[in-house]
């Protein structure tokens, strides 16, 4: 039996599938599995960096604002063209671009990129985690998600492909 409960309690961590499939886990550094976090890797992700204003919209009481359809798409177009141009005019071509619009913590904001070669995914990790946005400190790493075409987690992917 000491064979078994040693097996049990030292058997080596699994990595997790969350992790692997989305590049986040909303367990974060508490998860029981292990986040291999990618050495290179064409994509990046940075966190938390969209705000969606029919989340974040509130009166000087603390009520929420009501945001249009028309407003949102404006609002989501102009981050969009925002990141997507200074993504590629500073580090690289840009291959997909994807915006998280899910209410959980550990992917809400989240954006997805995918340059074409990795060493530009390199530099713009390297460069993006010393600087801010809309008074924000950005944390952005390399990603292990390749492939968004299939929607593991359920959540809502805005996109543009090239």
């Known amino acids: 039996?000491?064979?078994?409960?040693?097996?049990?309690?030292?058997?080596?961590?699994?990595?997790?599938?969350?992790y692997f499939k989305i590049g986040a886990c909303r367990h974060g550094d508490r998860c029981s599995r292990l986040?291999?976090?990618?050495?290179?890797?064409?994509?990046?992700?940075?966190q938390n960096i969209y705000r969606n204003p029919q989340n974040s919209a509130q009166t000087a009481d603390g009520s929420h604002c009501a945001v249009s359809d028309v407003e949102m798409q404006e609002h989501y177009d102009e981050f969009f063209e925002e990141v997507f141009t200074e993504m590629e005019e500073k580090y690289g071509e840009v291959e997909e671009m994807n915006?998280?619009?899910?209410?959980?913590?550990?992917?809400?904001?989240?954006?997805?990129?995918?340059?074409?070669?990795?060493?530009?995914?390199?530099?713009?990790?390297?460069?993006?985690?010393?600087?801010?946005?809309?008074?924000?400190?950005?944390?952005?790493?390399?990603?292990?998600?390749?492939?968004?075409?299939?929607?593991?987690?359920?959540?809502?992917?805005?996109?543009?492909?090239?």
């Open 99 to 162: 915006v998280c619009d899910n209410l959980g913590d550990h992917l809400v904001g989240n954006v997805y990129l995918k340059f074409r070669r990795e060493e530009d995914a390199e530099k713009a990790v390297m460069d993006l985690n010393n600087r801010w946005f809309n008074g924000q400190p950005i944390h952005a790493e390399l990603s292990p998600v390749t492939d968004f075409r299939e929607d593991h987690t359920h959540t809502i992917f805005s996109s543009r492909w090239r």
């Open 35 to 46: 986040h291999n976090k990618p050495t290179f890797s064409q994509t990046i992700l940075i």
């Open 1 to 18: 039996i000491t064979d078994y409960l040693g097996f049990f309690f030292f058997s080596p961590r699994v990595n997790c599938s969350f």
